[in-house]
Structure formats: C-alpha cells, structure tokens
C-alpha cells in the first residue's frame, strides 16, 4: 500500500513537473516573439543619439544608422541591443529576465539587457552627470544599464540586432550578473533553481523513468519552443538542446566554485569600516539622549516598557527600548536617539552602501505606491504634490501616471532625493528637515503626503505643523503608518518588520492622530485600515531571524566578523529554508485577505483635508 502511494506521488510530482516545463516553455515563447527587430534604415538618423559597446563587440555603419532611426522612430531615450545570435542559455536567461510587454510601460521595472551594445541619447547621458567611455567593462555594462533604466524610466526599450554578433559569456561576467539579478537574496538563491531543477529531472528518471523521461526530453527541447520562428536565432540551439540535461551541473560546478569578486570595492569597504570604527570609539552611549520620564504625545507619566529589540535590519550595536503610555496609548523609543545616532544608524541604509537593497525593495510596492495615489478623489485634481519623507522618489514617479497633469516634488534627508531630481522622477528635490523648511513653502502645495514617515521623526507634532503651513486652504494631507496595535506585532515581538527599530521611533494609534489632526486644523475625510495591510509580515519574521542567525559578512560597523562557519552556512541555510518562506508568503496573503475588513493590519492610512479658511 506504501509502495502504491509512493508510485502515485511521484507520478504526480512527475506529470507537474513535465506541465510546468511545457506551461514555462510557452511562456517565454511569448516574450521571445514580443522582441522587436532592427529594420532597415529609410532615412537620415538623429545624430544625437551615442553607442556603448561591450569590450569586443563591434557594428557596422549600416547597423548604427538602422539603429538610431529604431530609436527616433520609435521615441526611444535607451536602446539595449541584442545579438540575434545570442547563445541559447545566455537567451533563456535574457527573456526570463526582460519582459518588454511590461519593460517599457513599467518605470520600476529593473534595468535588464543583453550587456552587448546600448544606444543612448546624449541628454540622457547628460542628466546622469558622468562620463562614460565608448568601450565598457561587463561590470560597467551592468551598472549602466540599471542607472540608464531609472533616468528614462518609460523611454527604455531592446531590439534584436540580427547582424549583431555576440561575444562569449566569461565566468567572471556570469558571476556579475547572478549578483546582479539577486542583489535583495544571495548568490546561493539566485542559482538554486536551476541546479534544483536538473536534481528533481534526475530523480524523477530514477524513480519514475517514463514520466521523468518524458519531463527531461521537454526541458531539453524547451529552447526550441521558446526560439523556432522568433527574431532570436541562437548558433548553439541544436547543441544547447541536445546537452542540455549534461550542462546545467557543469556549469552550476564551474560558477560557484571560482572566485567571486565583492559586491563593494575592497577599498570602500575598509575606508567604510575605519570610519565606522572611529564612529563606535566611545561604544553607542553617545547614539542615546537621556530617557525621558513623560510621554511626548499626551504628558503623562504612566509608561510601561513594551519591547526591547537589537538593530534587525542593519544589525549595527546596540539594543533599543519601545514604552508605552498607559494614558493615551502612544508608544514611543525611550531613550530615543541622538543627533549622532540617527546618523550612525541610518547611514548606509537609505544611500551609501545599502542605495541598491533599499532600492530593490521599493521597487516591489508598485501596488502600494498606486494604492495611495488612489486615495485622493479624482475631483481634486491637485496641481502640486509634495511627498514627506521621498526617499529615492519611487511614489512620486509612479503616481505621475495616477496623475499626469499634477507637478510632484519631494523632500527627504537622504542623498537620495537629490538624486530623484536629476532621474526626472520628482520635479524638485528638496534636501533637509520639513519643519526647517516649511516656512518657505507657506501654502504652496495641494496635496502633502507622508508615507510612513512620520514614525521616523523626532517630533509628529511639529511634522504635522509643516503639512499645515505648506498646505493651500482645502489642501488634503495623506498619511500612512504602522499600527503598532496589530495583533501580530505583539505576537511577533521584536521580528515583527514595521518596529524597525531603531528608525521608528514612534507609533500612533489612529484616534491620537485624528485629534491632533483637528487640532491643527484639518479634518479627517477618509480612514484605511485593513485593506492597507502588507502581507509581508510571517515572511519577513522569517528572513530577520536568519540574518540573525546567519548574518552577512564583510559589513564595515561589525566587529569582529562573524564565524567563518556562520558565514559559510548563511547560503545554504537560506536555500533550505526557502519552501518555508514560500508558505509563510502564502500564509501572509491569506491573512491579509481575513484582515481585509477589520482594524487589525500592520498599516492604517488617513486623509485629512485642512479648513477652507485655513484655521482649525
């Protein structure tokens, strides 16, 4: 009866394995054939337009001038190029990576590309501010084509050169470009699936021999699926099929075992590690002001400590303590930090070495992002928006579509708003606190919004005073922020993510926040609750418990190194843990659909529009 079940489920595991493959298959076909193809020029090309070319890749005139009208035709900024003979593996990996149904249209989608050729506008090139040589390294094409991606976010494009020839794919610029896909994960992550594919292919033809016959014979054959009668025309295709289940373990050895450069220059990395040092001379009591007795939202002197956490997210020293008031309920870091410790604790984390993993991160709230774009009823028809606490501009450039006639600038304290600006994702960037300078921005604006900022300052109330004073009369002010009274918070403790601590120094329960906002003159028009939940929070409390228990080396605030042998389990423990992550993400959308009608989300958002007369 055992050996009946057994047969049955891997039978089972067999023919979905074999669906998955054809389904997959099809799949890429698509985005194969979506690729557009380098016509023939009929007129005179812009001249405006420069090419970057991998080092050993070359194009003749006819191919340039073809190329440049492409992109004038076609209103293109960024032009990636790729060879019509691009080996079938380097292939497979492009279309899985570029979906150009969603490429161009998407401006968070991440720069992807072929790493061969780049036809460039030079004003473009001219907003980036830097100097980029004609012939670049493979470490180069990949950073310029991310960079290229977010300055001409909707104006980004490939096209299948067919009389493009490509260069062979080195080991060193394969390492690259896996670091490159996975920079929120691991390397060990990032090439997992393929090597655990060939290994299920494998037993599946020992345990099952007809079903993983059949399964291995459609994997190998896929390449021609996804290829035969499309504008990539592989000069390896016949090999690449018939070796197919020979080279996936060869090249996976190959790759992992050779030496893998650092994902930050060794000299940054120690210049960085003896200003951390010099930072944590005097140890982290200079990161802390004194514990206040009272709370800072209602005066009362009834507080009792809620949670104490280390630095989850960055895991720099030292360990912080959340209290609550029993009176008003607000809950509060006390002692909170310092001028320096704010700066000790968020450098590197919003810019600096931590810009890309932030980066990455913010690109995967596009339903977050357009979710509060939503908010604002489309009577309002703001003509200026301000968003508090912008970061890199990610909202801002994303609810230009929701709102296309409406100017967008943003405020932050990170170096990454500056950067908004010359990207074209935010009209002005404006760099410094928004109680320093809202006096010069005295009703300049329609809309302010603050998306979980607020718990990040050193004063709402002050915060709250700005929004006031920049608003117009009957301007609406749009927050959004954790609920520290979800019930999972408090089952999580310290692995729940919206503590964040130490960046969150405060949570405010939504009846505080409704009163304060009346009190300083607005009133409130909508509340969100459950349907402004994120479901990322068992997945989440996973991930922050391995980096603790396998935390990443070579970070310059930590000292000494972790054990070579934590270091070296961190891929694979990881790896082993993903069918778990996989589930608590399942998990987590279920819940989010349970919290969808109550109060009981990590997030509640309100609207509040300030009084005509502009007074409370």
């Known amino acids: 009866m055992q050996t009946e079940s057994w047969s049955w489920g891997v039978a089972v595991a067999g023919v979905g394995t074999l669906l998955c493959l054809v389904i997959d298959g099809v799949r890429l076909r698509r985005r194969a054939r979506r690729l557009a193809t380098l016509a023939c020029p009929d007129k005179r090309p812009d001249p405006s337009y420069r090419f970057i070319m991998a080092d050993g890749v070359h194009l003749d005139d006819s191919t340039r001038r073809a190329a440049r009208l492409h992109a004038e035709h076609s209103g293109l900024r960024v032009v990636d190029l790729i060879p019509g ?5 380097n292939a497979m990996e492009l279309v899985r990576r570029l979906d150009t149904a969603v490429f161009r249209a998407d401006p968070l989608h991440p720069g992807r590309g072929a790493l061969h050729a780049l036809l460039v506008h030079e004003s473009v090139l001219d907003r980036m501010d830097i100097d980029v040589p004609d012939t670049v390294s493979c470490r180069q094409m990949i950073d310029l084509v991310g960079e290229l991606k977010k300055h001409a976010p909707t104006t980004t494009d490939a096209v299948v050169v067919p009389a493009l020839r490509s260069r062979p794919q080195t080991l060193p610029d394969r390492r690259l470009l896996v670091q490159e896909v996975a920079p929120m994960a691991i390397t ?11 290994l299920t292919l494998t037993a599946l033809m020992v345990t099952a021999p007809v079903i993983g016959f059949l399964a291995t014979v459609s994997w190998c054959l896929q390449p021609y ?34 030496p893998w450069q650092p994902r930050v220059p060794c000299d940054v990395l ?16 200079p990161f802390f002001e004194g514990r206040r007795p009272d709370c800072p939202w209602c005066g009362s002197s009834d507080l009792a400590t809620f949670l104490r956490s280390p630095d989850l ?31 000790f604790y968020y450098r590197d984390c919003y810019d ?4 890309k993993r932030m980066d990455s991160l913010f690109r995967r709230k596009r339903d977050a992002y357009m979710s509060r774009a939503a908010t604002l009823d489309p009577e309002a028809a703001p003509r200026r928006w301000l968003d508090v606490g912008a970061g890199q501009g990610h909202f801002c450039l994303l609810a230009q579509q929701q709102w296309p006639t409406t100017r967008f600038d943003g405020l932050d304290m990170s170096a990454g708003i500056t950067e908004a600006e010359r990207r074209g994702w935010v009209t002005t960037g404006i760099a410094g606190s928004f109680p320093g300078v809202a006096p010069g921005l005295a009703g300049s604006y329609d809309v302010v919004s603050m998306h979980h900022y607020l718990e990040h300052t050193r004063d709402p109330l002050r915060e709250l005073k700005a929004a006031a004073t920049v608003l117009r009369p009957g301007g609406h002010l749009l927050i959004e922020l954790p609920n520290g009274h979800s019930l999972l918070g408090r089952l999580l403790r310290s692995r729940w993510l919206p503590w964040l601590q130490p960046q969150h120094q405060h949570f405010i329960p939504a009846e505080n926040l409704r009163k304060a906002l009346h009190q300083h003159g607005f009133t409130v028009v909508k509340e969100m609750y459950g349907e402004t939940h994120s479901p990322v929070d068992l997945v989440a409390a996973i991930w922050l418990t391995l980096e603790q228990a396998f935390p990443e080396p070579h970070v310059p605030w930590r000292t000494p190194e972790p054990a070579r042998w934590r270091s070296m389990l961190r891929g ?4 082993a843990a993903l069918p778990v992550m996989v589930i608590a993400t399942a998990a987590d959308r279920v819940l989010a659909r349970l919290l969808r009608r109550t109060r009981g989300g990590n997030t509640y958002r309100l609207l509040a529009q300030k009084h005509s007369d502009g007074g409370p």
Request: with cysteine; glycine share 8%.
């Open 188 to 198: 060990a992550v990032a090439m997992a699936p393929p090597l655990l594919l060939w």
């Open 352 to 355: 600096g070495l931590g810009a």
């Open 85 to 89: 003979d691009l080996p079938a593996h």
């Open 572 to 575: 694979p423990a990881i790896v």
């Open 270 to 285: 120690e210049l960085a590690r003896k200003d951390y040092a010099q930072a944590l001379a005097e140890g982290t009591t």
């Open 313 to 343: 997210a960055q895991h720099k020293p030292g360990h912080f303590t959340l209290e609550q008031c029993r009176q008003c309920r607000h809950i509060f870091q006390n002692p909170r930090l310092s001028p320096a410790g704010l700066e």
């Open 225 to 258: 699926l996804v290829f035969t009668g499309t504008s990539l025309r592989p000069a390896d295709l016949h090999g690449t099929c018939a070796l197919r289940w020979i080279q996936p373990p060869w090249r996976w050895v190959r790759t992992a075992l050779g």
